[in-house]
């Protein structure tokens, strides 16, 4: 059976706080659950709960769940709407993998509901499949996918992604016309949205929330650390806690190509605020620019973790980190919610397009690995072999990834 996996509904490594540029509202990072509590907390650490708290947090949970079950909904449709335009066979809808809780069959087609929530698949029938001899097919049938055109099957391997694509404009369109479209101010100097412990910037005292009012711009800032590597750079800084300025002095670390770090980042200093489309032509256009603004610095945010993995790594969320975020960003406002969605569908989208096995973007290197041998398609023993061993890997990160992040919830650390 040949299956559309989607590494992209196991984890997410781009997160907001790598692209301030773009307005959030309200702001949530992935990188971890927040301190605020998202579920109850043990009756042996804390007064009995209140009701109503409790009902808000589970209500905030199941929206946010649901929003990821809908990305992967949407993105595996796309799968299947691609397959039934083109009179391809499908065989099996599921979401999730592994043993199926829940199953019904219509017009030939099985979908299931399925344990481990770790993204979903369709599955076409193949005459390596045992049950295949009982379908009433034949190898050289023309409606199975892998009989079918180059054009067909990269048209269907591609419409997942290409589903998630739209989805999130169609998200960021309707938080447009209810809440309006975000809108920047800027403010004086650069601010810093994280310090990572024991850098240098850290050893000065500079913290998470500062804003640096003696900078021109971050780009600017950038090139004068860069090119001060063991030389003090003195800083004015601003803090929400204090009236007063505070004076900084920073010693850039050497970096292996001879430039300056401090280990931060950084991002222009700016208020949001909602502007309200006056047409629908104008909401079209706030939300391509959005569109286009969340794809790129996606973009970048996806390149960041790959130039520095050592340091990103583990900040790589699973879908239980990414339900805790969504949780509180559902607590928090409607409109978050809307921003939380599209997020998650371009980033999924994104992650889906790496070349790699298990992921669409490998499926897709491969045909276009028979394009370029001018058709001729590779040996399937080296097709299979290579989507296992992707397969295998998807379910191990996937279940790391929950183990971890479930260990890292607040109420899991106040039980152990």
Known sequence: ?????????????????????????????????????????????????????????????????SVLAAIILVHESGHFLAASLLGIRVAKFAIGFGPPLASFSSRGVEFSLRAFPLGGFVGFPDSDDPEFPESGLTADDPDLLRNRPLPHRLIVVSAGVAANLIFAYLVLLSQCLAFGAAAR???????????????????????????????????????????????????????????????????????????????????????????????????????????????????????????????????????????????????????????FAAVINLNLAVINLLPLPALDGGTLALLLVEAARGGQKLPREVEQRIMSSGILVVLMLGLILIVRDTLNLDFIKEML
Request: glycine share 8%.
């Open 1 to 65: 059976m040949l299956h559309h996996l989607s590494l992209h509904h196991i984890s997410s490594p781009l997160l907001p706080s790598k692209f301030p540029n773009i307005p959030f509202t309200p702001p949530f990072s992935l990188l971890k659950p927040s301190s605020t509590h998202l579920f109850p907390a043990h009756p042996r650490f804390c007064r009995p709960p209140r009701a109503a708290a409790d009902l808000a947090g589970v209500q905030s949970v199941a929206e946010a769940a």
């Open 185 to 339: 101010q800027p403010l004086p100097g650069v601010l810093v949205p994280e310090v990572r412990p024991l850098s240098p910037a850290a050893d000065a005292g500079l913290l998470s929330g500062d804003v640096i009012l003696d900078a021109p711009s971050v780009s600017g800032l950038v090139d004068l650390i860069k090119a001060s590597p063991g030389k003090p750079i003195p800083l004015k800084v601003a803090r929400k806690t204090l009236i007063d300025p505070l004076a900084i002095n920073v010693l850039p670390d050497t970096n292996s190509d001879g430039s300056g770090r401090i280990g931060v980042q950084l991002s222009p200093n700016f208020t949001v605020s909602r502007v309200r489309p006056a047409n629908i032509f104008q909401a079209l256009s706030f939300a391509g620019k959005e569109f286009v603004g969340l794809t790129t610095a996606i973009l970048d945010g996806l390149k960041d973790t790959f130039l520095n993995f050592s340091q990103t790594a583990g900040k790589v969320s699973g879908p239980v980190a990414i339900i805790a975020t969504g949780a509180e960003v559902a607590r928090s406002s409607s409109d978050g919610l809307f921003q």
